[in-house]
């Protein structure tokens, strides 16, 4: 697999602006990746339960602390499911965030 693409990892969490108002506080890494499609099956699998999986990302596992969102070109995915490969990788399965353009 070659990690030909970079991948922005986001971690959401919550804080306060100067206010005292409650924000999402963003914190991005970006990272290389693989790309691949959603297989057939998987792809109906998921929309029988209404999930909408659209891309698989292969990362390093090492990298990859549990965020829920990822941006890619310019688009954020939501983390639906994840699968390790083999010995360091893992699979992203992904899908549009709502709302998303692109």
Known sequence: ???????????QSSGTNADADPIIVE???VILCGLNSVGR????????????????FTIHGYEYDGQQLVEFDGVRYKVLRTYGTGYEE?????????????
């Open 1 to 11: 697999m070659t990690y030909d693409y970079e991948l922005t990892l986001i971690t």
């Open 27 to 29: 914190e991005e890494t």
């Open 41 to 56: 099956s998987e792809f109906y699998a998921a929309a029988a339960t209404g999930l909408r999986p659209e891309l698989v």
């Open 90 to 102: 893992l699979e992203l399965t992904c899908q549009r965030e709502a709302g998303a353009s692109g």
